[in-house]
């Protein structure tokens, strides 16, 4: 998997965080609260284009919908193809709520992830790592 498809599976897990964390499913779990920020960021940027506005918005609405999850991740990667400054945006995002989890912030599991591809490149593991 290329970078900007790794950064937009990692953007779409956040949304439905941030999904979950707005119907209080996932409320207190973290003290990062990017979730909602990752939410507007996308909108703002979506706003015009109805095919990405109701992939977000089925996401949101149905944080387990694993279709919507993989049709919003080609969006958000559309996107971010187009808009270099909008790739930044969702990356810092991304990365903040990696530094986070380092800080007991969102854990972004496989639950959330489901069936999201995983890149095959090195992956570093720092800290406390439970398997369950």
Known sequence: MDPLTAIAA????LVVKGALEATGQE???SGWTGGARVIARIRERFRGDGDAEAALDRVTDTPDDETGQED???MLAAHMLRDRGFESDIRQLVDEAVAASG???PQINAALIKNAQV???KVEIKGDWNVS
């Open 10 to 13: 990692a953007g779409v897990a």
């Open 27 to 29: 409320a207190g779990r």
């Open 72 to 74: 919003l991740e080609r």
């Open 103 to 105: 800080r007991g912030g």
């Open 119 to 121: 890149f095959n490149e």
